[in-house]
Structures are given as structure tokens and as C-alpha cells.
């Protein structure tokens, strides 16, 4: 069970986009997770008429290690660590470390 997961909502906590806040698009088996907003990369392409796609600057969004993100508390409004906890009738959930209150129900 992963500690970060699609659509959760999360908060840079290292790098040139530290402070930014964004959902998780994507993520990826090598560690690292596309966060929407963060990271934004510019690309130039060239036109290719057989396909139909115009050329310019392109910008997406480029991965970030899972290591330099944390998952935002909206109840503290600030990052928050993330831990496990089985429930009583068996399911392993997600737990904000500070709180102990669940992520994901």
C-alpha cells in the first residue's frame, strides 16, 4: 500500500517548487509521481502536418521524487507524514501522523 496515491492532494516540501500545493496526476512505478501545476517543463516542437499536430512550446508537468512531497492535512493546513492503521473490521487504512485521523475511507 502506497503512502501517496492518484488525486490525493499534496504539498512540495523540497526543490524550486517548495510551497506549491497540487493533486496527483499520476504515479509512477520508479518512485517518483506527477503532481499537477509542479514541475512545469517547456518543450519545442516541431510541426508534423501527417499527423496534424501544430508546433510551438509545449508545457507539461515533469515527475518529482515521492521524497520531496508530503500530503497536505487540510484540517492543520500544512503537510502532514503519512501512516497505517487497521481498522476493526480488518481494512488497512491511511492515518495523518499528527492527527491519527484517517486519510481515506
Do not use: Y
Amino acid at each position: 500500500m502506497n503512502k501517496i496515491r492518484k488525486g490525493d492532494q499534496v504539498q512540495v516540501i523540497a526543490g524550486k517548487d517548495k510551497g506549491k500545493r497540487g493533486v496527483v496526476t499520476r504515479v509512477r512505478s520508479d518512485e517518483r509521481v506527477v503532481v499537477e501545476g509542479v514541475n512545469v517543463m517547456k518543450r519545442h516542437t516541431k510541426p508534423n502536418p501527417t499527423l496534424g499536430t501544430p508546433g510551438g512550446i509545449v508545457e507539461k508537468e515533469g515527475p518529482v521524487h515521492i521524497s520531496n512531497i508530503a500530503i497536505f492535512n487540510p484540517v492543520t493546513s500544512k503537510p502532514d507524514r503519512v501512516g497505517f492503521k487497521t481498522l476493526e473490521d480488518g481494512r488497512k487504512v491511511r492515518i495523518f501522523k499528527s492527527t491519527k485521523e484517517v486519510v481515506d475511507l
